[in-house]
């Protein structure tokens, strides 16, 4: 791995420290992973195979809704599609094509997770819903449905997911108190697990055992996301991965010293690392979905606590192998270093990168106790093993200094919430290298965004790197140190700070470009707050908007900073436009409601509840001058669902947009 940064004798990262000022971790992702999916042979049936394919398809996903960049979401689309042609025509020939080592249900699990989240965040947006996919990216028929955008191929795919657990749901369940077995069940064992595993059913066979957590953790996630958006199959989806929440919360043990939880992998090997990491998405995705109802938030804290206090060696500056916090009773099959055991037979850590899937706990730390919260922890770690630091939190004797790094997929999904941390907590910095631009894409960012396609760097080399984003080569088969915007095409650059479009950028006749600078998007130079004076007076709201229509032209470099400036008046005309975008849409909290203005208008922007109930009226009946209006709504103290969010104009109903408030 190349050298992506020099790490000087003491790195200290705090919450007093912008990690974007010491490592661009997004850009990072995107120039590790892609070289690895490069060259698909999606009839791979070897183990890792599978698990490196669910895995990727969830680092996608996190990277989406980090940067809103379709980019990932069309290679997810790319991927899940080669994937599901090669399960064949029905679950069962899934079945067979990926259990190289008779775990089926481990593989397919951890394969229906990020489809079944994918169709959810597709169903959650109307945007994107009505959205065509880019041509060639899968085709335009499948089966008997017509694929158009992305919720065609969502609908499609959900039918899919939904076959597959179904199938699953009924060869594999055992009952309410096992939950699913690992392999399918006999006649016998399905009327012995039916007479509640005893009786005579069970003179004949015995009762199956229940499949360990790792493999229950990724069916209740799929069987949440889909139930939560089928209103078929809401009750027994629901209810079922419910199941599989108390089946789990039955068999965790609280650590009184530290607040934290304990748990076996089975009835033999504490839970080690890796797996844990799996594990944790049981109480995420529930709670994501469900909030108090499943798992309270001081039960979540326990969780983050078996991180901050259990993995990790506070004192020592290690990580530990198991969630017990200690270096030995785990599985001895789980070790890295090429899959040897070390010689003592216990130490097993099962990989320096793969702590990183324990990221999505950060919030629920806590922070007071920095440097040692979840997150300080982490970054840490990710910059120390993105750039082969020695020094990487691990004991000494564990794996020689070449193992220092991020291998395996599980790394690279946790290297991916990191970039989701990140980008939640910090102004950091985007960098957009070469690109053809052919469908509508909003950039934001919170601090500084460069286009740079013909800058060279550690993480991309000009005129000789591929674009990272489909198409791979450019419309008029130019070179491809460009970042090119195609005619007809809509895209929206959003930054604190600045908007840089460096040499080589070119901007076609008929494209829109539209750069937004919004000050308040990280307003108190860490993260996004809600500082004294924003957010309640609206004037203070119309920010730097520029929105051209370009005509064939090739810039200099040029940056727009907090004013507003017609980015290239020497080959531009000015275009007024009416639009109304909210983004990021889902939110963790904090969303932002974009719209233009071609006359002088009275306006109404409206937010409400799935009841009815006005949570947002501050732009009520107001005059308005024709402009450019980015309105924040501060939503951290609603409760998550859904909202609503009415633009209307002299008394005309414009847009009605769906929000969805995650957190």
Same mark, same amino acid.
């Given at each position: 791995m190349k050298k992506l940064c020099t790490i000087f004798a003491s790195l200290l990262i705090t919450m007093n420290v912008l990690c974007q000022q010491i490592y661009s971790i997004k850009e990072s992702y995107d120039q590790i992973l892609e070289p690895q999916y490069s060259a698909i042979d999606y009839n791979n049936n070897s183990t890792n195979w599978w698990q490196s394919w669910g895995w990727t398809l969830l680092s996608y996903l996190r990277m989406y809704q980090s940067t809103q960049d379709k980019a990932y979401l069309n290679k997810f689309i790319k991927h899940a599609y080669g994937i599901q042609v090669h399960r064949g025509s029905s679950p069962a020939d899934w079945s067979a094509a990926i259990n190289p080592d008779n775990q089926e249900m481990l593989y397919t699990g951890q394969l229906l997770r990020p489809m079944a989240e994918f169709v959810f965040i597709i169903k959650n947006n109307n945007i994107l819903y009505n959205t065509n996919l880019i041509s060639g990216l899968v085709p335009s028929v499948i089966g008997t449905q017509t694929i158009l955008g992305y919720g065609d191929f969502a609908n499609w795919l959900q039918g899919r997911v939904v076959e597959t657990l179904d199938h699953y749901n009924s060869e594999f369940w055992i009952n309410d108190d096992k939950c699913y077995n690992e392999a399918p069940l006999t006649n016998c064992e399905k009327n012995c697990a039916n007479a509640g595993c005893s009786g005579i059913p069970c003179t004949f066979c015995s009762c199956p055992e229940p499949a360990v957590i790792n493999f229950q953790s990724s069916f209740a996630a799929a069987l949440f996301f889909i139930g939560y958006i089928d209103p078929i199959n809401f009750s027994n989806y629901t209810h079922k991965a419910e199941q599989i929440v108390t089946f789990f919360r039955n068999r965790v043990t609280e650590f009184p010293p530290n607040q934290s939880y304990t748990w076996f992998h089975d009835d033999t090997f504490r839970e080690d690392v890796a797996h844990g990491g799996i594990d944790i998405h049981i109480p995420l995705v529930a709670y994501l979905l469900y909030g108090n109802g499943l798992y309270q938030p001081s039960e979540m804290n326990k969780f983050a606590n078996t991180f901050t206090y259990n993995i990790w060696d506070r004192n020592n500056q290690v990580f530990h192998n198991n969630v017990f916090g200690t270096d030995n009773g785990i599985d001895p099959a789980q070790s890295i270093c090429g899959g040897t055991i070390p010689s003592n037979g216990t130490q097993n850590f099962y990989g320096p990168g793969e702590v990183l899937t324990w990221m999505p706990l950060y919030p629920f730390d806590d922070f007071s106790a920095s440097p040692n919260d979840v997150y300080t922890v982490l970054v840490t770690q990710t910059v120390k093993l993105l750039t082969d630091d020695p020094t990487a939190f691990l004991p000494p004797g564990y794996c020689s200094s070449i193992t220092h790094n991020l291998s395996g997929t599980q790394s690279f999904y946790g290297?991916?919430?990191?970039?989701?941390?990140?980008?939640?907590?910090?102004?950091?910095?985007?960098?957009?290298?070469?690109?053809?631009? *052919?469908?509508?894409?909003?950039?934001? *960012?919170?601090? =500084?965004? %460069? %286009?740079?396609? !013909? !800058?060279?760097?550690?993480?991309? !080399?000009?005129?000789?790197?591929?674009?990272?984003?489909?198409?791979?080569?450019?419309?008029?088969?130019?070179?491809?140190?460009?970042?090119?915007?195609?005619?007809?095409?809509? *895209?929206?650059?959003?930054?604190?700070?600045?908007? %840089?479009?460096?040499?080589?950028?070119?901007?076609?006749?008929? @494209?829109? %470009?539209?750069?937004?600078?919004?000050?308040?998007?990280?307003?108190?130079?860490?993260?996004?707050?809600?500082? @004294?004076?924003?957010?309640?007076? !609206?004037?203070? $709201?119309? =920010?730097?908007?520029?929105?051209?229509?370009?005509?064939? @032209?090739?810039?200099?470099? $040029?940056? $727009?900073?907090?004013?507003?400036?017609?980015?290239s008046s020497r080959d531009s005309s000015f275009l007024t436009f009416r639009s109304f975008i909210v983004y990021p849409n889902p939110t963790n909290g904090i969303v932002y409601i974009a719209f233009s203005l071609d006359n002088n208008s009275i306006v109404t922007l409206k937010i409400t509840d799935i009841m009815g109930h006005e949570v947002f009226s501050e732009i009520n009946h107001k005059q308005l001058s024709s402009g450019n209006y980015i309105i924040p709504f501060d939503g951290t103290s609603f409760s998550k669902g859904m909202y609503l969010c009415a633009f209307i104009v002299n008394g005309q109903p414009i847009k009605t947009e769906k929000i969805m408030l995650l957190k």
């Open positions: 290297l991916s919430e990191v970039v989701k941390a990140q980008w939640d907590k910090e102004c950091v910095n985007l960098t957009l290298y070469n690109r053809d631009v *052919v469908y509508d894409q909003d950039f934001v *960012v919170k601090n =500084k965004l %460069v %286009v740079a396609p !013909q !800058q060279s760097d550690n993480n991309y !080399q000009a005129g000789v790197d591929d674009p990272f984003a489909e198409p791979k080569t450019f419309a008029d088969n130019g070179s491809k140190d460009r970042f090119v915007v195609e005619p007809g095409t809509t *895209v929206n650059f959003v930054a604190g700070e600045s908007i %840089v479009f460096g040499p080589g950028t070119h901007l076609k006749a008929g @494209s829109n %470009v539209h750069a937004y600078i919004d000050p308040n998007i990280c307003s108190d130079g860490m993260r996004i707050g809600n500082p @004294s004076g924003s957010g309640k007076n !609206q004037d203070n $709201l119309t =920010k730097s908007i520029v929105d051209t229509s370009y005509k064939d @032209s090739s810039l200099s470099t $040029l940056t $727009l900073i907090n004013k507003k400036e017609n980015i």
